[in-house]
């Protein structure tokens, strides 16, 4: 069974006909749509994190309110940004979401992507060191991230603590004993999903990949798919590795949605350069369902996964995307096997 969650970028504004007009509203209605996706069987519920944007920024409150307010459902993030990131106090806030959810996070964590700010890192208190770049420093807080995580202790304890200690060194509290696994990285280009692999990672790739072939964007998103899987079957690991990937999908199923993105059927993938790279877009899926499965049944890169990502319109509310959302789990998966 393909897993299906949706990838909500958060926004919130006050222009005419968004229903997010704060982020008050947003956080709130980030936590509804979690609870209904539950409830119509969707799998997961994802999140975008970006700094210094009226855009979800703070994912690990959120993950814990969502964790408390649903049982089944995947929890994840798509992706922080981990230039931005204390290592240590993320493995700390990680561990406790992921508790409280009952061990259902799924964090999705990267380089990142372009910025509001010019190297908003820095106001974060983070610089690269001597020969490194950003995303150098990035990778490298990755690094001591999935460290943390294994668990094993590193602090010297203080020999008059203010609380008895376990013996020998400590490591961060609270643990969670599984989260390690669960840690995806987004991958751009072909050779960072091999790093992703080697490194022990999940696969998350989005709906903008570097070009590296002039391919449609969904052959050379299976390609780096391939990739990866090849770089972890050599790397020896214990487990499957899981892969995801993020798609815009719109069912056309009232007039509503007809209005919104009934022209967005016509649209195809975009090149185009970004970050000073060449990279290409893939198209929107605009249609009734029925003409959304044929659509889908030829995209190579979802058939490639065992988790599909909808981004989603959040600024249109919880009613509207979880009639989406349903749509695609009991009108578009079952046709194509994924149920």
């Not at 094993?152 to 643990?175: C, D, I, K, T, Y």
């Not at 987004?186 to 091999?194: K, L, P, Y």
């Not at 967005?264 to 185009?272: N, T």
């Amino acid at each position: 069974m393909k897993k299906i969650g949706f990838l909500s970028f958060g926004h919130w504004s006050d222009a005419p006909g968004s229903r997010t007009r704060s982020a008050s509203d947003v956080l709130h209605q980030s936590i509804d749509l979690a609870v209904a996706a539950e409830e119509v069987g969707a799998d997961g519920a994802y999140f975008r994190v970006h700094h210094f944007a009226q855009q979800l920024g703070s994912p690990f409150p959120l993950l814990a309110a969502v964790g408390a307010r649903t049982s089944r459902i995947e929890i994840g993030t798509g992706v922080i940004d981990m230039r931005y990131e204390n290592p240590l106090y993320m493995a700390e806030d990680a561990g406790a979401a992921d508790l409280i959810a009952g061990e259902r996070l799924q964090l999705g964590v990267s380089r990142g992507s372009p910025e509001q700010v010019i190297d908003g890192w820095r106001y974060f208190g983070y610089e690269p060191g001597e020969g490194e770049t950003d995303a150098d420093m990035g990778r490298s807080h990755t690094e001591l991230f999935l460290k943390v995580l294994q668990g094993q202790g590193f602090a010297q304890p203080s020999p008059r603590p203010m609380f008895p200690n376990p013996p020998g060194l400590l490591r961060v509290e609270p643990h969670s004993p599984t989260l390690r696994d669960r840690i995806w990285w987004g991958a751009a280009s072909d050779a960072t999903a091999e790093w992703t692999a080697k490194q022990g990672m999940n696969l998350m790739s989005s709906t903008l990949k570097t070009d590296e072939s002039g391919e449609p964007f969904h052959v050379q998103q299976a390609t780096q798919i391939r990739k990866f899987r090849e770089a972890w079957t050599e790397a020896g690991h214990d487990r499957e590795p899981r892969v995801s990937v993020s798609r815009s999908i719109m069912p056309i199923i009232d007039d509503e949605s007809r209005a919104y993105f009934g022209h967005e059927g016509r649209g195809s993938d975009q090149f185009g350069t970004i970050d000073s790279f060449r990279a290409v877009f893939g198209r929107t899926y605009a249609a009734e369902p029925d003409q959304l499965i044929e659509q889908l049944r030829e995209d190579e890169g979802i058939a490639a996964a065992d988790t599909l990502l909808v981004t989603v319109p959040n600024q249109l509310g919880v009613e509207y995307n979880t009639k989406l959302l349903e749509s695609l789990v009991k009108d578009v998966a079952p046709a194509l096997g994924w149920r």
